[in-house]
């Protein structure tokens, strides 16, 4: 069969390439984010960065929040040589390897403003292969194949994190593992994002949407220029609020904040982190509507219509609070989870990599082909109804974790082994109630992701398919990246029982809205809304 029909191809060889290669597309695209998540607070926490600065620096991940303003220039230039789609996700695959590899070279303790900033560099082009690779999927998959491809795509993105969160912590490991410096895995990272740069480049097929962009389609484009003037004005924009932000935000959240610390108990040098936390705050709700004047002055035209797109749909701005809100008490609850394990519960670091990052991503797995699986029968809404409340069950686990502490249900031995890629030098003791723990957070949350990765692919038109699924998981990833500064200062502050007790009552909204929402969440099941959607 020759390659640019297996897009279109109904056959079960084709089907199967297809589901195949959403699962190593998954995996490309899970591999950086925990090189920008858990990995690289590992390697700070280990550089002995404090608590609040680790969770402040989890603002790395901004791009993933933001993608939506660059997405419409990959819906309006076609790169040369590979098509639609395929040239951008190789470009943004190799430029990745080189980010990773120069992030190896530098070290977070002495070179933190450096470090910070090529991170958010490696965010921005995980960020950007996202948008390639959403869209991407989105066109491949034809409708009745998008259940079955949000699981295959959630194995493969946590396979991805299996290697760079958990293999990578027992590499690091000097007593158990193979006494790896982050350095090094972060050179051998870069390495690998090359090699799924050229499976990119050989094995995708294009799509059969590159053979519909004829010139009355070209033409019914916005002009080049507009757009990259647009998107120039936008970037203005964000410099702009960033300068006054660091300019004028710390003293606007003093005075505002002064009057509330003004006799408090709290110590200084924490009153200085939540006035430093309103001052990001203020500067956000500056910056953001900055952003958006200037699209609308300067006419980004592909932005401002995909976004008319998406937003002359019914309920619009209720499916984006509920996207936002969905997976919000999930993120609370993990946004700091690694300094948890490792600083405040002292897990080994070999314990936390096989227990959190290997055993507990592979539970992920089973729980996504097993959401999968059940929202055949479920159907979207039930499935997102009944994996959302075992999502929030299961941050009372790490409640029960953190008050109870380690030892309380025994512990596993797991024995030696060396694999040749990784290895345990002795037999590593495994915590019981960390394992039960994780594996309840682990399965729950890989049955939320997949039925959560279905209704994004639900709400997108083809058009403008790489806008409007960036649109929607940049709002899906507010909770990932906004919460950790604040759940940095507010795990200082009020320990860290209670805050996994908040993190559960923060679900509470997104169960209330999609309930709410029924109606309309059922309608997309539907096969005259799901071909509308294309």
Known sequence: ??????????????????????????????????????????????????????????????????????????????????????????????????????????????????????????????????????????????????????????????????????????????????????????????????????????????????????????????????????????????AVGVGLTERFGTDVAQVLLGPLLQGSTMPAALQGKWVNLLALLLGLALTIPLAAWAARRAGFVTLLSGLSSYFSQPRAWAFLGLIVLYKLGDAFAGSLMTPFLLKSMAFSSAEVGVVNKVIGLWLTIGGALLGGALMLGLGLWRSLLAFGLLQMASNLGFWWLAATGKGSLGAVLLPAFDWGFVKLAAATPVDGSLLMVIAFENLSGGMGTAAFVAFLMSLCNQRYTATHFALLSAFASVGRVWVGPMAGVLAESIGWPVFFVASTVVALPGLGLLWWLRREVRALESPVAAKSSA
Do not use: C
Not at 49 to 66: E, N, Q, R
């Open 1 to 238: 069969m020759l390659p640019s029909a297996i897009a279109a191809s109904t056959a079960w060889p084709a089907r199967a390439w297809r589901l195949a290669l959403v699962t190593v597309l998954g995996f490309a695209s899970g591999l950086p984010l925990a090189l920008t998540g858990q990995a690289l607070q590992a390697w700070m926490s280990l550089e002995g960065l404090d608590l609040a600065t680790i969770g402040f620096l989890s603002l790395v991940g901004l791009p993933y929040t933001f993608k939506f303003l660059w997405a419409p220039l990959i819906d309006r230039f076609d790169l040369p040589l590979l098509g639609r789609r395929r040239g951008w996700m190789v470009l943004t695959q190799v430029l990745l390897a080189a980010a990773l590899w120069a992030l190896s070279q530098t070290s977070p303790s002495q070179e933190l403003k450096l470090y910070a900033a090529l991170a958010v560099l490696v965010a921005f082009l995980s960020a950007s292969q996202d948008v390639v690779i959403d869209a991407y999927r989105t066109e491949l998959l034809q409708a009745r194949e998008r259940g079955l491809g949000a699981s295959l795509n959630v194995m493969g993105y946590r396979l991805a994190m299996v290697v760079s969160g958990g293999l990578a912590f027992i590499w690091t490991d000097a007593q158990q593992g193979g006494g790896w410096s982050w350095a090094e895995v972060y050179e051998g990272m870069a390495g690998l994002m090359l090699l799924l740069a050229a499976v990119s480049a050989v094995l995708t097929p294009p799509l059969a949407a590159d053979a519909d962009r004829t010139a009355a389609a070209q033409a019914a484009l916005a002009p080049a220029a507009r757009d990259l003037w647009g998107f120039a004005a936008i970037v203005v924009a964000v």
